[in-house]
């Protein structure tokens, strides 16, 4: 079946304003994650969903950030009032694994995010 | 929190060689995955191997989780094999999946 998806594959804002990212997981996986990659970070977790709640939000940078899951599928992450150290790509990755569990995770293409 | 290292950091290989990419953790993990990123920043899972040895096709990998290392060989190499290896690893005191990274290795194979 499909892979993970995300849109858009590109964005470009200013500083201060509001961006939406989405993912939409592969079908039937329970388990949703966050990542975000950076040049001087490297890969990072930034939030775990197991069905449409999220009980590991400790890689969230700021209070700006939030995420949100629906139907125990698409999910969007969101980031307030914009700033440049956001620039990044945002990964967003998928697995079968049940509450509690860890499995294989499949990573979507990303969202590169630039704030101007 | 755990500390994942990886080495080397860059490698250059001639088309046709054989490398060994290493992953050493800090602490104790539920799993154990190798990707690898391609140019377009694609990650591909190559991997999920908490411990034992795996092989598909001209790579292998084998985790020693009592040693806390990881190794991953590429062998008879191709130029579509360049981009860069990433070793994550799902934390021993995790009660989620979370993945934490290494810094990668970047692996240039020339023609």
């Known amino acids: 079946g499909a892979g993970v998806s995300q849109s858009p594959s590109n964005k470009v804002t200013e500083k201060g304003k509001d961006v939406e990212l989405r993912c939409d997981p592969i079908s039937g996986h329970t388990a949703l994650y966050w990542y975000r990659q950076s040049l001087g970070q490297g890969l990072e977790f930034l939030i775990y969903f197991q069905g449409n709640s999220a009980p590991d939000k400790s890689g969230l940078p700021s209070d700006r950030f939030s995420a949100e899951r629906t139907g125990g599928s698409v999910s969007t992450l969101t980031i307030q009032r914009t700033q440049q150290e956001d620039s990044a790509v945002y990964l967003c990755a998928s697995s079968l694994a049940l509450a509690g569990g860890s499995d294989t995770q499949y990573f979507g293409p990303g969202t590169r995010l630039t704030v101007l | 929190g755990i500390q994942v290292e990886q080495s080397p950091p860059d490698l250059i290989l001639q088309e046709g060689a054989n490398s060994t990419l290493r992953c050493n953790f800090s602490?104790?993990?539920?799993?154990l995955q190798w990707f690898h990123q391609n140019p377009w920043g694609q990650l591909i899972n190559l991997f999920y191997i908490p411990s034992g040895t795996k092989q598909n096709g001209r790579l292998s990998a084998t985790t020693v989780a009592t040693e806390r290392y990881s190794l991953l060989y590429i062998s008879s190499s191709q130029t579509t094999d360049s981009g860069v290896y990433f070793c994550a690893v799902n934390p021993g005191s995790s009660n989620t999946g979370k993945l934490i990274f290494g810094q990668g290795t970047t692996l240039q194979v020339k023609p």
């Open positions: 602490d104790s993990v539920n799993n």
